[in-house]
């Protein structure tokens, strides 16, 4: 039995439209995967270098009793206000990095405690990150 043209041609455009929409619906899942992707990506791009928002609040709790962070002047310890913009250390003069900032953090010196049992190495860069925003 034949069917008139009129149906033929639906048949075909129907096949199409399903073929269409199965294509689209896989490029959407490639582009999602795809930004998953870039988003763990950029988060873990963040967590190596750190969130100065979590590092201020790791500051607030373990650093604010001896550091001013609104301020350069000294509380028990140096104030960090403008550190990274000064250069260098106010005790012994070193060039200020984040490096020799981290390994200041860790091992502390006669005035500072030693915070590398204190803190994990996540808090540490998020510590240095919101330095830097002083």
Sequence with gaps: ME?????????VKSKFLV???????????ACA????AKGAANKA???????????KDVFDQKCAMCHNADSDQKKI???????????TFTVNNSKVT???LKTWIENGDSMMP?????LEE?????????VKTL
Aim: charged share 20%; no cysteine; net charge positive.
């Design 98 to 100: 984040e490096q020799n």
């Design 3 to 11: 069917f008139p043209q009129q149906i033929q041609g639906g048949d």
């Design 19 to 29: 073929l269409g929409m199965a294509a689209l619906a896989a490029a959407v899942i």
């Design 122 to 130: 996540q808090q540490i860069r998020d510590v240095i990150a919101y």
């Design 114 to 118: 030693p915070f590398k049992e204190a």
């Design 45 to 55: 791009a963040a967590s190596k270098s750190g969130s100065a928002t979590k590092g």
């Design 33 to 36: 995967q795809d930004s998953g």
């Design 77 to 87: 310890g140096p104030g960090l206000k403008g550190l990274f913009k000064r250069g």
